[in-house]
């Protein structure tokens, strides 16, 4: 198919990752531990993880393994690939960079940043999205970026103090620009905070004369174990939003609502469909844990049944010349 269904953020590229000792992905062997992954010939390969493994086996019991800081502190670059590729075969267009976590020194994390972002654009052609809570080390990412192998993305602005000064440097650098719905004084309290900030920052976006279509709103979702009301909260946001800006492009952090509940596969289906239903257009998720090809398939079902594909035109492009096995619809990367 030609048409675009939506953008994916791959967002498992995060310095914050861990696994768990007991995950059938940790290996012993030989008085050596290891995380196991897929090599670029698809042989097992293993990360070694001897050294940040506890001597004291009492310790066991409260470790995680931080893999990803670890491959980029060891600057492996075979499971450096594995993660970026991974998530682009599942469907991922846009790889979300985070080091945050790599160190408490900002100059640190500013040069893992720089080194990263050439390392990512020699992996894949995907969209890198260079993700901080701080703006240098945004700015670090964005400086060593070569425009020549595709568009960067920035994630993101915010009302927060400093983070202003992101708008005009999309503009300048050709990025597409992730706006998350934090306000001057903190988190949205709820729906009206949500896009009351947005709304402010696409004025500011206005401005500058950032694109339309190279802007991505994100009203934040919060864990649904921790209020009621938070999944509420996002999905009215996220109507009024489309309401308000038909052209713009609307995601979340999809996977946030089931952090701390079991199942949470089962979650994000849930919080994703309802997402798209409200009119997100773009999904953060982890494409290994909720493949997008299911919600590709969603959306292409729901438009025809409620009269946004007339004819269902755009289904039966995705899936003309299907025999008993379904061929299924392409994802199409933005840009």
Not at 92 to 114: G, K, S
Request: aromatic share 6%.
């Amino acid at each position: 198919m030609t048409e675009k269904v939506f953008d994916i953020i791959g967002e498992n590229f995060n310095t914050t990752r861990r696994l768990k000792p007991t995950s059938p992905r940790v290996i012993q062997e030989g008085g050596k531990f290891g995380v196991s992954y897929a090599g670029p010939d698809g042989s097992r390969r293993l990360l070694d993880i001897t050294d940040i493994w506890p001597a004291d086996p009492a310790k066991l019991r409260t470790f995680q393994i931080p893999h990803v800081a670890h491959a980029v502190r060891k600057k492996d670059l075979d499971y450096i690939a594995w993660v970026i590729n991974s998530q682009v075969n599942a469907g991922a267009n846009i790889i979300d960079l985070c080091v945050d976590e790599i160190a408490v020194d900002p100059a640190e994390r500013h040069r893992t940043m720089t080194w990263l972002v050439p390392v990512a654009q020699k992996i894949t052609d995907a969209i890198i999205a260079i993700d901080s809570s701080d703006p240098a080390t945004i700015v670090a990412g964005l400086n060593v970026h070569d425009a020549s192998r595709g568009r960067p993305a920035i994630n993101s602005v915010n009302l927060e103090d400093g983070r202003q000064d992101l708008i005009k440097l999309a503009k300048e650098k050709n990025a597409l620009l992730f706006a998350n719905a934090s306000g001057r004084d903190g988190m949205p309290k709820d729906e009206h905070e949500r896009v009351k900030n947005l709304c402010e920052l696409m004025e500011m976006m206005n401005k500058v004369g950032v694109p339309i279509t190279d802007r991505y709103l994100d009203p934040l979702a919060f864990p649904a174990s921790t209020g009621a009301a938070f999944g509420g909260h996002y999905l009215e946001a996220v109507r009024e939003i489309r309401r308000l800006y038909p052209e713009v492009h609307i995601f979340g952090g999809h996977s946030n609502t089931s952090f701390g509940l079991p199942q949470r596969k089962i979650m994000n289906s849930a919080f994703i469909i309802l997402s798209i239903l409200a009119g997100c257009d773009t999904l953060m998720i982890d494409p290994i844990m909720n493949p997008p090809r299911e919600f590709v398939e969603f959306k292409l079902g729901a438009d025809v049944v409620l009269g946004k594909d007339e004819f269902a035109m755009r289904y039966m492009a995705a899936f003309r010349g299907s025999s008993a096995t379904a061929r299924r619809p392409a994802l199409r990367a933005a840009g």
